[in-house]
C-alpha cells in the first residue's frame, strides 16, 4: 500500500528538540522529493522545509532556517526532521508529504501522512 | 516572496450548487498552483495540480482554471461529502506557498 506514516511528535518544552518521523512504503522513495508541511491548531498549511530524493539538497522555510534539519535515510524509507529551539508557535500538527513528480521539488503533494502533533509549553 | 490570498474565507451553499473558490497570487505564477480539500482532522487531499489538471481519483464534478495571477477552483454540483475546507498552493522549484484557505459549509 502507498502511504506514508508519521511519528514521534509529542509534549516539549520550550527550547527543547524532538525528532519526528516519516515512513514511506509503496512506492520507490529515492526518486520522490519530500517535504515537511505544518498546521498549527485552527489554522492554515504552512510549508515547513523539503529534501530532495537523493538527500544532497535541502530547504527551509525562513519561520525554522537555523533551528529544523530535515534528513533522509533512503536505505530505510524514512525521511526525519530535527526540531531544535522549539518555540509555543512551532506547536502544530506535522505532516511529511510526497512530490507528485519525479523530478526536482516534485510540483504539487500527492500523497500525505496522517500527521503528528508537537506541542511546546511549558 | 509570492503571497496566495483565497475568497472568500467561508461559504455557506447546499446540496447541487455550484460553488467557485477564488486564489489570487501577488505576482505572475503561470500555471504553478495546486488546490487540496481538507477535512477535520484529516491530512489535505490533492484535487488539482497544475491550475486545471485533475488529480486521479477525483470526481469531475472538480476543475480548477486560471493562470498568471487568478485562479478558480469549480465544484459543479456540491455533494455532502465536499463540505470541507480548500487551500491552494503555489510551487516553483522548492519555493512553497499554502492560501490561507476557504472553508465550504452548509447553509
Known amino acids: 500500500e502507498v502511504q506514508l506514516l508519521e511519528s514521534g511528535g509529542g509534549f516539549i518544552q520550550p527550547g527543547g528538540s524532538l525528532r519526528p518521523s516519516c515512513a514511506a512504503s509503496?512506492?520507490?522513495?529515492?526518486?520522490?522529493?519530500m517535504s515537511w508541511v505544518r498546521q498549527a491548531p485552527g489554522k492554515g498549511l504552512e510549508w515547513v522545509s523539503a529534501?530532495?530524493?537523493?538527500?544532497?539538497?535541502?530547504y527551509y522555510a525562513d519561520s525554522v532556517k537555523g533551528r529544523f534539519t530535515i534528513s533522509r535515510d533512503n536505505s530505510r524509507n524514512m525521511v526525519y526532521l530535527q526540531l531544535n529551539s522549539l518555540r509555543a508557535e512551532d506547536t502544530a500538527v506535522y505532516y511529511c508529504a510526497k512530490g507528485r513528480l519525479t523530478w526536482g521539488s516534485g510540483g504539487s503533494f500527492d500523497l500525505w501522512g496522517q500527521g503528528t502533533l508537537v506541542t511546546v509549553s511549558s | 516572496d509570492i503571497q496566495m490570498a483565497q475568497s472568500p474565507s467561508t461559504l455557506s451553499a447546499s446540496v447541487g450548487d455550484r460553488v467557485t473558490i477564488t486564489c489570487r497570487a501577488s505576482?505572475?505564477?503561470?500555471?504553478?498552483l495546486a488546490w487540496y480539500q481538507q477535512k477535520p482532522g484529516k491530512a489535505p487531499k490533492l484535487l488539482i495540480y497544475q491550475a486545471s489538471n485533475l488529480e486521479s481519483g477525483v470526481p469531475s464534478r472538480f476543475s480548477g482554471s486560471g493562470s498568471g495571477t487568478e485562479f478558480t477552483l469549480t465544484i459543479s454540483s456540491l455533494q455532502p461529502d465536499d463540505f470541507a475546507t480548500y487551500y491552494c498552493q503555489h510551487y516553483n522549484g522548492y519555493f512553497f506557498s499554502f492560501g490561507p484557505g476557504t472553508k465550504v459549509d452548509i447553509k
Open positions: 509503496g512506492f520507490t522513495f529515492s526518486t520522490y522529493a
Open positions: 529534501i530532495s530524493g537523493s538527500g544532497d539538497a535541502t
Open positions: 505576482q505572475s505564477i503561470s500555471s504553478w
